[in-house]
Nanobody
Framework: VQLVESGGGLVQPGGSLRLSCSAS????????MSWYRQAPGKERELVALITSAGGNTNYADSVKGRFTIPRRNAKNTVYLQMNSLKPEDTAVYYC????????????WGQGTQVTVSS
C-alpha cells in the first residue's frame, strides 16, 4: 500500500497550489480520503475529506471557501486545490485513507511541505 503526495513547495501569500495524492495497493474507490496538516509545534489537524464516491466533502473552518478536495477514482488520485493561501497554511500536508466515517485512518502518506511566505 502506498500514498504518495506531491505538489508542495514555496508560494507567496495569496497564491495557489494543488497537491496530489496517488494511491496504490488498495481499492481506492472504496475509501474515504482526507488531507491533514501539521504545523511546527502543533497537532495534526484535519483539513478536508471526501467520501468514496465523491458525494460528500467536509472542510475545516479555516480553509472553507479557499480549498477544495476533488478526487479522480479512475486515476486513484485525490487532490487538494489550495487558493488564497495564507502564512498560517504553512505545514506538512498528509493524505490519508480510511474505510468510512466510523473507521480510523488505515493508511498515511509521507507528507509534503507547503510554505507560504513572501
Amino acid at each position: 500500500v502506498q500514498l504518495v503526495e506531491s505538489g508542495g513547495g514555496l508560494v507567496q501569500p495569496g497564491g495557489s497550489l494543488r497537491l496530489s495524492c496517488s494511491a496504490s495497493g488498495f481499492t481506492f474507490s472504496m475509501y474515504l480520503m482526507s488531507w491533514y496538516r501539521q504545523a511546527p509545534g502543533k497537532e495534526r489537524e484535519l483539513v478536508a475529506l471526501i467520501t468514496s464516491a465523491g458525494g460528500n466533502t467536509n472542510y475545516a473552518d479555516s480553509v472553507k471557501g479557499r480549498f477544495t478536495i476533488p478526487r479522480r477514482n479512475a486515476k486513484n488520485t485525490v487532490y487538494l486545490q489550495m487558493n488564497s493561501l495564507k502564512p498560517e497554511d504553512t505545514a506538512v500536508y498528509y493524505c490519508s485513507a480510511q474505510r468510512g466515517y466510523a473507521y480510523s485512518v488505515d493508511y498515511w502518506g509521507q507528507g509534503t511541505q507547503v510554505t507560504v511566505s513572501s
